[in-house]
């Protein structure tokens, strides 16, 4: 059976048992099989890893030991799946740049705090993740992040909304949902999910989840199907 890993942690804030469980559920109706973990001390195993199509980060803020974030780049980089959501993927570890370096981005504010009314501009055309879907209001943190140039962005909000020192910049489009390669992985991530019921107030954020954990989950077997190999990324990995 096909098998997804949860680790849930960090600061209850953001509700990691509520997430995860939705979560487990929602891979649960495409046939894969989740378990969810509260330790990161097994993910130091890179077997452990391997026996599973995806990962799924709900671990805001912690830390994370070196054996364990090499083990992880090590497995996304041969095929295994990452995905998360809002501060328990993009400010999960936030000691440790090869974590960035490997989900494409970090928090660095949410000016204004919680209950920001928001619109999600879905960019039609960037990827089948986002076919059918409109654009959406959301009533939550608003995520200002730091990037990686490289993510295919997928759907954008509007800065700034309200005043703080970054207003006197000029009007970005802060992406809200993205994809991107590790190695032979693929990696999902969507800003949307302060609190767990952000995703029933806003079914759209629920969809772009849901359809972007499986995308991750398949390019498992993608890779197995082409014969993909890390031999190609194996002498750089030794410089980390």
């Not at 849901?210 to 991750?216: I, Q």
């Amino acid at each position: 059976m096909k098998k997804v890993l949860i680790f849930a942690g960090g600061w209850d804030g953001h509700q990691p048992e509520l997430t995860s469980v939705r979560f487990a559920g929602m891979m649960e109706k495409h046939g894969y099989e989740a378990t969810i973990i509260h330790d990161l001390a097994p993910m130091a195993e890179v077997d452990y890893l391997m026996q599973f199509e995806l990962l799924v980060a709900c671990w805001t803020m912690g830390e994370i030991p070196r054996e364990v974030v090499q083990s992880i780049a090590k497995a996304v980089g041969a095929g295994v799946g990452l995905a998360g959501c809002h501060g328990g993927m993009c400010d999960a570890f936030r000691q440790s740049t090869e974590w960035q370096f490997i989900t494409g981005g970090q928090w660095v504010s949410h000016p204004g705090g919680d209950g920001i009314e928001y619109t999600v501009n879905v960019r039609h055309g960037s990827s089948p993740l986002v076919e059918g879907l409109t654009d959406f209001p959301v009533k939550s943190e608003h995520y200002y992040l730091h990037i990686d140039p490289s993510i295919e962005v997928l759907a954008t909000t509007r800065f700034p909304i309200v005043p703080y020192y970054h207003i006197s910049n000029r009007p970005v489009d802060m992406p809200v949902a993205w994809t991107k390669f590790w190695g032979n992985g693929r990696v999902f991530y969507t800003s949307l999910g302060h609190h767990d019921d952000v995703f029933d107030n806003s079914p759209n954020a629920a969809v772009l989840m849901e359809r972007g954990m499986v995308w991750a989950a398949e390019g498992r077997e993608y890779a197995r199907a082409h014969g993909l190999t890390t031999e190609r990324f194996e002498n750089t990995a030794q410089m980390y």
